[in-house]
């Protein structure tokens, strides 16, 4: 017995160092700066210990920006990628020629690279000194006016940004979803029929049930693929997100460590674990309306 | 509610390009009386699930018609031909309750015949104390055993008053036991509520036993039609002849010469009217009768007691089987000199068939060598 549980320790080991080195060492270290006030990383020294970084990351407006525009991203893109998503995948779904080459059409955005993505949004949007830019040739033509939507308005550096992101995070809950779709036995189609449910009852009380699990993990995932957004925002305008106004909260964690006002490692922990909480209640609410409308 | 099949016919286009078209179902025309239970039987592939849904509506026909009483229902979609269907696997709604499974069919319900939510689960308690599961209505199907798992099917089936209750494969998903106790459940449900009912099924034991008729098919095409009993006392081909009775139907090859059947060297029985040449002939196990002085002469292999009767295994080499199997009552003093036993038969077990289309050839039992 003694000389197994040595064996079985043996065995974990490889597992056990790597995780304690770059999984548990680090989140105890983010808790430990996060603590430390006046941390220096030149001088490896501090003044004290308290919970003075997290009052000053909660007053920082560069950081109170940044959690308003992570949240409006996350409220605005979570239900409009999955409900977008799940109707192309029914459309997808109900017919049957040509399902292939659609199917690989939604799924290309998801094997290209998100930056590059992110420059042809850029210059699809962006108004320069020669040219509106393609998107307002298509306002101009509908009879819109011209809005530069990179270096422009609020409403429309956020409309950018949701729509990018919808874009980027689309194919692969398509993807989940048609294949949720098709897993669902035809029979139930057949009985309902015969019951004589018509087809939006069909959808509403037979489908989504069905597939309510996987559209839960969508969900689950997606907030929090979105509360972890910062690639996309750095795609669109640049690295100086805080001056664009345009910053997410990984974002301003990147930007205490990295950034022009950077070397602040305890501000950028007190951040993280500030989106830790965020995530984890968000996540949590997640579970507790999960139980009573997913159907396992 | 009469149900009439004219000349129904369906045809599936073939999977690849250059194969031919299937047909499923050949010119199926019948016409089942009202209440009464009927029996679909054939092989797998037969077509009998694809008639069920041709009736059910859930597939539509390319050639014929189909009657409920007067109505032709034939471009009806299912929900307005009322029809309930149970399916092989129950297709029970996993994720509601059984009170909602059972009240599906009624919440969907438009017009004048809207129910109030008291009036569904009240209508719902009706078809569930008809299939006797009233102390399951809060589970879900999940947690229910088979059997309950199909009453509850039968109950949403049943819960509209369709005019036509339709089963497939109604007990394939149950284990023996439970087996014998459905169907004789099918059978009290459907002669309480006088629905006529149609169920398909693989297993002639099943078919015949529950059936007011039976309707046996093969490749798509009716081979006959009639109550139980005369289908198995008389059987149009060899086909009928063969899927029918358990043990099966003994076939050998044989020969008439002067109005005498010959199975080997035997001349077992006298066939009057039968013209001289080769045969199918085929027995059925019970037209075996133990007789000392027997004309018809088998090799015994081994002697199988079931308590009732005593099934004989024995060998003979024009039988297409390796074994002859008859079935004689119980009798202790069996005796088999040298390993042969004798037998005379039973007429009216004898069925003969001509070899090459496989039709019954008629012969006047009883009757004598000329």
Known sequence: MKKNSLKAWLYLLPAILFLGCFMVYPLVDVLVYSLEEGYSSASQSYYGVGLYNFSYVLRDPYFLQAVKNTFLLVIITVPLSTGIALLISLGLNAIKPLRGFFQTVYFLPYVTNTLAVGLVFMILFKKTAYTDGLVNLMLHFFGGGTVDFIDGPYWAKMFVLCFYTVWVVMPFKILILTSALASVNPEYYSAARMDGANSRRIFRKITLPMISPMIFYLVITGFIGAFKAYSDAVALFGTDLNAAGMNTIVGYVYDMLYGNSGGRPSFASAAALILFAIVLTITCINLLISKKRVHY | ?370
């Open chain 2, 1 to 370: 509610m009469k149900v009439v099949l004219r000349n129904l016919t369906k045809r599936f286009p073939s999977r690849s390009k250059k194969g031919d078209e299937v047909i499923a179902v050949n010119n199926f025309d019948f016409e089942i009386p009202d209440g009464k239970l009927i029996g679909l039987l054939g092989p797998s592939g037969c077509g009998k699930s694809t008639t069920l849904n041709l009736i059910s509506g859930l597939e539509a026909p390319t050639e014929g018609q189909i009657f409920f009483g007067d109505d032709d229902v034939t471009r009806l979609p299912p929900e307005n031909r009322g029809v309930g269907l149970v399916f092989q696997n129950y297709a029970l709604y996993p994720h509601l309750t059984v009170l909602e499974n059972i009240m599906f069919p009624l919440e969907n319900l438009k017009g004048k015949n809207k129910m109030s939510k008291q009036e569904m689960r009240e209508k719902a308690r009706e078809a569930a104390a008809l299939v006797q599961i009233e102390g399951l209505l809060e589970r879900r199907p999940g947690e229910m055993s088979g059997g309950q798992q199909q009453r509850v099917a039968i109950a949403r089936a049943l819960v509209k008053r369709p005019r036509v209750l339709l089963l497939d494969e109604p007990l394939s998903n149950l284990d023996a036991r439970l087996r014998l106790q459905t169907r004789e459940e099918i059978r009290r449900i459907q002669q309480e509520t006088g629905i006529t009912t149609i169920f398909v099924t693989h297993d002639q034991d099943e078919a015949m036993s529950i059936s007011d008729m039976i309707v046996v098919m093969k490749a798509g095409v009716v081979q006959q039609i009639g109550a139980p009993q005369e289908v198995y006392d008389d059987p149009v081909n060899l086909f009928v002849a063969t899927f029918l009775g358990t043990p099966p139907i003994n076939v050998f090859d044989a020969s008439v010469s002067g109005g005498m059947l010959v199975i080997g060297k035997d001349r077992v029985l006298p066939v009057p009217g039968v013209p001289d040449g080769k045969i199918t002939a085929a027995i059925r196990p019970e037209g075996f009768v133990l007789d000392g002085n027997g004309p018809f002469s088998l090799k015994l292999t081994r002697v199988e007691v079931m308590g009732r009767d005593t099934s004989v295994v024995s060998t003979h080499p024009d039988c297409r089987s390796p074994f002859v199997r008859s079935i004689i009552p119980s009798r202790k003093d069996f005796r088999a000199d040298g390993g042969v036993v004798r037998f005379s038969l039973v007429p009216e077990k004898v069925h003969l068939f001509d070899p090459e289309s496989e039709i019954r050839v008629p012969f006047e039992a009883g009757g004598t060598a000329q």
